[in-house]
T-cell receptor, first 111, second 111 residues
């Protein structure tokens, strides 16, 4: 079955420390993966997608098909990175594409 | 350009009452989605629409109905609310399934 797993509910780090938010997926097709972020009192928004291979706000994510992972990384965390992060898989089902979200990881960056 | 808007922002219902949540988008997007967000479960797709006049079931459609009579609007109905439907409801729209634009959410409490 198609699934997105984010094993950590909460990740707590100090400012300046490296951050890695884990995401594993299960999908028989060719995966298309995304990271969404929700800052406090703001709406959910797209952070980055694997096909773009871009760095947004210092975050990067590499798709590893062998390990079926799409971990989100940042070398030096900032307090403003504190938010809820969701990994999502775009899958084709029932004739249409849709997103499957993981349960989310709350990142808390302490001063 | 308001993006995706949702009304109401908050609502408290008694068990058995009905209500309709309205989602509107001004980006001329074809796809629209309704999700619910629950602690530890991430976002789960309730229903979605790939165009005006079409709707389809998502992961958790039971107890909900939807309509897309106009391209810019997507309505989510609860015919007989239950405490298990206490949640935060998010609407989203897109022209490509992976890049979705979210509304601010509706916090619903069913007593």
């Amino acid at each position: 079955a198609q699934r997105v797993t984010q094993p950590e509910k909460l990740l707590s780090v100090f400012k300046g420390a490296p951050v890695e938010l884990k995401c594993n997926y299960s999908y028989s097709g060719s995966p298309e993966l995304f990271w969404y972020v929700q800052y406090s009192r703001q709406r959910l928004q797209l952070l980055l997608r694997h096909i773009s291979r871009e760095s947004i706000k210092g975050f990067t994510a590499d798709l590893n098909k062998g390990e079926t992972s799409f971990h989100l990384k940042k070398p030096f965390a900032q307090e403003e990175d504190s938010a809820m992060y969701y990994c999502a898989l775009s899958m084709f089902s029932g004739g249409y594409n849709k997103l499957i979200f993981g349960a989310g990881t709350r990142l808390a960056v302490h001063p | 350009n308001a993006g995706v808007t949702q009304t109401p922002k908050f609502r408290v219902l008694k068990t058995g009452q009905s209500m309709t949540l309205l989602c509107a988008q001004d980006m001329n997007h074809e796809y629209m989605y309704w999700y619910r967000q629950d602690p530890g479960m991430g976002l789960r797709l309730i229903h979605y629409s790939v165009g005006e006049g079409t709707t389809a079931k998502g992961e958790v459609p039971d107890g909900y109905n939807v309509s897309r009579l106009k391209k810019q609007n997507f309505l989510l109905g609860l015919e007989s609310a239950a405490p298990s439907q206490t949640s935060v409801y998010f609407c989203a729209s897109s022209n490509s399934p992976g890049t979705q634009y979210f509304g601010p959410g509706t916090r619903l409490t069913v007593l």
